[in-house]
């Protein structure tokens, strides 16, 4: 995974419109998939600020919602995927902090936080996974994304 791959994905996994319904589906397509290969994931999708789908497996904690949020936060203040923040700043060898000031207590960049973007509109939401890798998540969100969109 690289931040160039990313970029792409953010380009291409844009929708034409994007409903509460749509919302659900997709969190629930993440969760039947973690459920199916016995991984324990939470999962947070919100538009324009509303929380629309919010759910945790069996074995996560309050601790999975509290990255949840702050990926969330994250991906709502860049507009931009929280892996490619996180490998973008790597490369640069800063911190959040140290980047933008954004406090590690509201914003993290990790993966697991991917835009929701409608053509000729831009930025509305966000998608959030926690409990697995940070590579993980975000191609748990790609594939979901692409499956649902019939990109392949």
Known sequence: MNIEMIAKQERLLQFDTFSHDMGIEIGLLLLNKARSEGKSIAVDISKCGQQ???????????????????????????????????LKLKEQGV?????????????????????????????IGAIAVTGTSDVDEHERITSCLSAYLGIS
């Open 52 to 86: 629309i789908f919010h759910a945790a497996l069996e074995g996560t904690t309050v601790d999975n919602d509290e990255w949840l949020r702050k990926k969330k936060n994250t991906v709502y203040r860049l507009n931009q995927s929280t892996l490619g923040i996180q």
């Open 95 to 123: 911190t959040l902090e140290e980047a933008l000031h954004l406090s590690p207590v509201d914003y993290v960049a990790a993966g697991g936080g991917f835009p929701i973007v409608v053509r000729g509109v831009g930025f």
